[in-house]
């Protein structure tokens, strides 16, 4: 897991999106690195001669596109030294022989370096500031005091680094020398980095950056020179590379030994076919005897508010460059809610809120179930786990249902079943936390986040549900259209855009073409179409459910979003939407609102129900100092928290 943290200041922080670090734990060969490195470090990295054809060609009309340039080039011409080593000034009598784990790197005199570095800094110097000088120039003394003194060619690095051995092998071979070593070189602690503050959030991700490659040269960079190993002497100083953790000596270890390749090939999939016969929505007042009632919803809310300027401020040197403005012009996101909370206590405070609500006890209750695509827990399951925290001694089921942005009809359609069997209420709640799951993959930062919605589904004697209808599979490229955990994204979670809208579209119309011939159950002449009220749709994208919604002729006046303040809470964004709507008063009396549901794993389906605002419990903010969680500006993680959680 990657969490965010909140610095000295009260902000968000992510660090896995500027520290360079990845999870070698899931990397089996060297191909897969190498094609992780050109995906992050190389695709949008100038190199050096790029630097100065730009300048020469007058790209650059402002400081900020030089600055970031400057950046990534160093992120790339550190693509395997931050990613794989700490580098350790050491003096050449002390550098071990024989060890099997300590590396020397081999380099090549930097091409043409001292026409690149003037005319970087002659371009940087001419241009006018882009947003603050005073930042954009501390910035720029250190990212150039690196630039000027990189020494060699960055183009053909080798990923895997030969021992002290090897290279001594080599006498002709070039190696970083220094004439000494200052062990108290001033860099920059984890605590600094992330209290990086800047009033632009694209200065403040910059500044961090610039602190992280400062600290990947923490020796005096005028005295550093390329020496023939054959020719440095015993009390030269030399850069020894030192494997970062255990999971990078066994990926080193692995392919030097050259048994990379040892999972298993999964076979190719099947030929896709249509099912024998389309599966019909559930007409839940005819098929069962036993009528849902929904007696109670209520919603927890991640307690931290991440704004647009949230995500830029970190952003990831691998990102193209965007604006907050333009994040909300693609998504329809202003902000997401994050939670400090686990997923379980989130599941937790949604389902007290709702059983007091209700008037229902632990001991009525029937089934527990949880809706959720992110929880780390299998043994027991977040349901079971949740029926213990409650006090219920048996219930007739408690499980959980990975249906992820369909996990309320899923659990709906589930709890209806259960209700014929058990005759008491079933508790379904849908919770997510995606926040620390996202790491530095862009797409996901800019649209999930954190919250839990609760419902008790009791038996009554008219159903508050009409229609239900699930759907799962389709196209490969649409079941593998959002994955997590995904090896080759370091395990974060990864959202492919043109897959994701044709599921949508594809489910989408399948949906409305159901409810344009069921009939309503009062009006039997009527389509189920023409009778609802309201369309609560899942909270994936705004943007491109309205560009959906234009193609199917709906009208924008019957689809209720709040994902501009919530974001995409998958299985927990339906319901939490429904309260929304309740709050803002678009549900003032009982209505027949539509809520269809579709996303990873080419899930989908839909519930028609009747909501009345009275089941809406009253949301409770979060405690300060309690396990419910601070907000930022109350109860700040400290620096002293931090350098624990980073081993500092």
Excluded at 109 to 132: F, H, I, M
Excluded at 600 to 629: C, N
Aim: charge should be negative; charged fraction near 25%.
């Amino acid at each position: 897991m990657k969490p965010f943290v909140i610095n000295s200041h009260g902000k968000l922080v992510f660090p896995a999106t500027i520290l360079g670090e990845l999870d070698f734990s899931v990397l089996d060969t060297l191909e897969q690195f190498t094609a992780v490195i050109g995906r992050d470090y190389e695709s949008k990295a100038p190199t050096g001669t790029d630097l100065l054809q730009r300048v020469e060609a007058g790209a650059y009309d402002s400081r900020f596109a030089l600055l970031r340039d400057l950046a990534q080039n160093l992120f790339w011409v550190n693509r395997y030294s931050m990613t794989m080593f700490d580098k350790r000034p050491t003096r050449f009598r002390d550098l071990p022989r024989t060890r099997g784990d300590v590396f020397l790197p081999v380099l090549t005199p930097w091409e043409d370096g001292e026409r690149k570095v003037a005319a970087v800094e002659q371009a940087y110097r001419s241009l006018p500031a882009t947003y603050d000088a005073e930042a954009e120039d501390r910035a720029f003394a250190l990212l150039f005091d690196v630039f000027r003194h990189k020494r060699h060619h960055a183009t053909e690095l080798p990923a895997i680094k030969p021992t002290v051995a090897e290279l001594l092998a080599q006498p002709e071979a070039l190696t970083w020398v220094l004439p000494a070593h200052d062990p108290d070189f001033p860099t920059f602690s984890i605590g600094d980095i992330l209290d990086a503050d800047e009033s632009v959030p694209e200065l403040e991700a910059l500044s961090r950056w610039a602190m992280v490659l400062h600290n990947q040269y923490p020796w005096e960079r005028a005295e550093t020179t390329l020496r023939p190993v054959g020719e440095i002497g015993d009390d030269d100083v030399v850069i020894a590379l030192h494997p970062r953790n255990r999971d990078v000596s066994a990926f080193i270890e692995r392919v030097r030994s050259g048994t990379s390749a040892t999972a298993s090939v999964l076979p190719p999939p099947l030929p896709p076919v249509e099912p024998v016969a389309p599966y019909p929505p559930t007409r839940v007042r005819e098929a069962f005897a036993v009528k849902p009632v929904l007696e109670a919803l209520s919603v927890v809310r991640g307690e931290l508010v991440c704004s647009n300027d949230d995500v830029i401020r970190n952003a990831s040197f691998s990102w193209s460059p965007m604006s907050a403005a333009e994040i909300s012009k693609k998504t329809g996101i202003d902000e997401r809610r994050y939670s400090e909370r686990p997923l379980e206590q989130l599941a937790l405070d949604a389902a007290l809120a709702a059983l007091e609500h209700s008037g229902r006890t632990p001991a009525e209750i029937g089934a527990v179930l949880v809706a959720t695509c992110t929880s780390e827990r299998l043994i027991p399951s977040v349901a079971c786990w949740l029926s213990g925290q409650l006090g219920i001694l048996q219930t007739h089921m408690s499980a959980d249902i990975v249906a992820a942005c369909a996990g309320l009809p899923y659990g709906l359609s589930e709890a209806v079943r259960l209700l014929q069997e058990v005759q008491r209420p079933v508790l379904l709640v849908c919770v997510e936390k995606f926040s620390d799951k996202i790491g530095a993959v862009r797409t996901s930062r800019m649209i999930f986040g954190d919250g839990a919605a609760a419902i008790v589904v009791a038996p009554g004697g008219t159903s508050d549900i009409e229609l239900l209808q699930t759907y799962a599979s389709g196209p490969v490229s649409e079941v593998n259209s959002i994955i997590w955990p995904n090896p080759e994204f370091d395990n974060d979670i990864t959202v492919y855009g043109p897959e994701v809208k044709s599921l949508v579209q594809r489910y989408l119309d399948q949906m409305l073409g159901e409810l344009g011939t069921e009939p309503d159950p009062d009006e039997p002449g009527r389509p189920m179409i023409d009778s609802i009220d309201l369309i609560v749709p899942h909270q994936a994208n705004k943007t491109m459910i309205l560009g959906l919604a234009d193609k199917a002729g709906l009208s924008h006046d019957q689809l209720y979003f709040d994902i501009e303040t919530m974001g995409n809470v998958s299985a927990a964004s339906i319901p939490i939407a429904i309260a929304d709507a309740v709050r803002d008063g678009v549900i003032s009396a009982p209505v027949r609102v539509f809520a269809p549901g579709f996303g990873a794993g080419a899930v989908g389906g839909y519930a028609v129900l009747r909501v009345d605002p009275s089941i809406v419990a009253p949301e409770r903010a979060a405690t300060p100092g309690t396990t419910d969680g601070p907000r930022a500006a109350e109860r700040p993680t400290t620096t002293d928290d931090v350098r624990v959680a980073f081993g500092e």
